[in-house]
Nanobody, 113 residues
Framework: QVQLEESGGGLAQTGGSLRLACAAP????????VAWYRQAPGKQRELVAM???????LYVPSTKGRFTISRDNSKNTVYLQMNSLRPEDTAVYLC???????WGQGTQVTVSA
């Protein structure tokens, strides 16, 4: 298995911002869609945003307009810019890459009311 690493989480106030990053080896990053998921205790993992290999984003209603997903192919990294954070955004955030079933450790996002 290759390493996949999420980073950038932390503590934010309501209305604040965080920027998450998902880094992966080029061999699995290049040409593949990448999705951000989040999982809160006792809840199912849910899709947050997705970006295809061409850079076209997709959002769910709870994140559209607040979050921005982007990718830097030269760095083999996908970012999730999270603005206007809400307490309900609190979760462990993980990324998944098209065609691969492994995950990194995740990065904790905690939003204080």
């Amino acid at each position: 298995q290759v390493q996949l690493e999420e980073s950038g989480g932390g503590l934010a106030q309501t209305g604040g911002s965080l920027r998450l990053a998902c880094a992966a080896p080029e061999i699995i990053f290049s040409g593949n869609a990448v999705a951000w998921y989040r999982q809160a205790p006792g809840k199912q993992r849910e899709l947050v945003a997705m970006i295809n290999s061409g850079g076209d984003p997709l959002y769910v209603p709870s994140t559209k307009g607040r979050f921005t997903i982007s990718r830097d192919n030269s760095k083999n990294t996908v970012y999730l810019q999270m603005n206007s954070l809400r307490p309900e955004d609190t979760a462990v955030y993980l990324c998944g890459i098209e065609g691969y079933d492994f995950w990194g450790q995740g990065t904790q996002v905690t939003v204080s009311a």
